[in-house]
């Protein structure tokens, strides 16, 4: 609803040329889902919400670590001291900032068993645009197959290192996550923050792109958002967009023939052992590790063997012992919670 005396709270944005009572109103009455609430998901969620977005829904699996501080600009000493929730550290931060929007914040690990109910079937409803804040690519697999099955624009980016990545792709026209990257890629071969910290800059120079991109979308302005996928790495100073314009592939399996694999899928990502305090976590794709590999990395932060057949060994940080296997399962001793052992495997191992 246009107000008869625009709220001062928008002043200084509503002096640009193409944020109009208009555009407001459409925020006003937009739904952001956020999934993943750090380092990319926090300083987007920021911006989303003091631009006033009307409603935002934040869904994150993880407590705040003193560890994430460095670049989760939502939290605070205190809450890494308590452990909170992600999401409710997150939503208490953005309610304070603007207490004229709605929040809503879950706990929970979003998965393909989930993902719909929490999209389709949370308070706030169908979400106008999705945004990535995640850690992982089975995350974003399932986020891409949801845009496409329910074609809502989903804003990609990573960050690890000094390197980031983001675009968007707005369904059913563009281009979708698969056309550009067909398949994850294999289980422990791409970095993750854990194995080789990020760069505090990068994740918000990100985020600032993913809000960018969210607001012209939610504003009604999606012919200003970019068609191309942007790369730098800002210690090196490099920097190149890839045009995407005619990267839509016809026989892509997920917007091109509608097979939602990710979403769909009807194997358990997890599985408690038995008479053991202990989950096994399974890859989506079931592809041969490097065990050599796999045990330079994770003896970094542990002590980890190669056995033959797996590689065991007990985190430094965490009281874990992880075994990973040539299928890229990994069983996790110690832990019952199904989530907080995704979580474990994404922070070392990866996708």
Not at 42 to 64: E, H, K
């Amino acid at each position: 609803m246009t107000e008869a005396h625009p709220n001062p709270r928008y002043a200084r944005q509503r002096r640009l040329t193409f944020w109009d009572d208009t555009a407001q109103s459409k925020l006003g009455s937009a739904h952001a889902l956020i999934v993943g609430v750090g380092a990319l998901g926090c300083p987007c969620a920021d911006l989303l919400a003091r631009a006033g977005v009307g409603r935002i829904t934040l869904i994150d699996r993880d407590l705040v670590d003193i560890t994430n501080l460095h670049r989760q600009t939502l939290f605070c000493d205190q809450d890494a001291k308590q452990q909170r929730p992600k999401a409710l550290a997150a939503g208490d931060r953005l309610r304070a900032v603007n207490p004229e929007i709605e929040i809503n914040p879950i706990v929970a690990d979003f998965n393909a068993f989930d993902a719909e109910h929490f999209m389709l079937r949370e308070r706030f409803g169908k979400p106008d645009i999705l945004i990535d804040g995640t850690d992982n690519f089975e995350t974003r697999y399932i986020l891409n197959d949801l845009s496409v099955k329910h074609a809502i624009p989903y804003v990609y980016a990573g960050a690890v290192a000094t390197k980031g990545m983001a675009t968007v792709f707005l369904p059913p026209e563009s281009p979708c996550l698969r056309c550009i990257f067909p398949a994850p890629p294999p289980v422990g071969s791409q970095p993750t923050c854990e194995s080789v910290g990020v760069f505090s800059p990068v994740s918000s120079i990100i985020a600032s792109y993913q809000a960018s991109e969210a607001l012209k979308i939610l504003m009604g302005h999606a012919d200003h958002a970019m068609r191309s996928l942007l790369e730098f790495d800002l210690w090196e100073g490099h920097r190149r967009r890839i045009d995407l314009s005619d990267a839509k592939d016809p026989d892509c399996p997920c917007c091109g023939q509608h097979h939602f694999e990710f979403l769909d899928r009807d194997d358990e990502d997890t599985v408690s052992i038995c008479g053991k305090d202990a989950i096994q976590v399974n890859p989506h794709r079931r592809e041969r590790v490097d065990l050599d590999q796999m045990q330079r990395h994770l003896s970094e932060h542990g002590h980890f063997e190669h056995t033959g057949v797996l590689v065991k060994g007990v985190l430094r940080d965490e009281p874990y012992t992880v075994s990973v296997f040539h299928d890229g399962r990994a069983i996790i001793e110690g832990i019952s919670d199904p989530a907080l052992a995704r979580a474990i495997y994404a922070r070392y191992i990866g996708s």
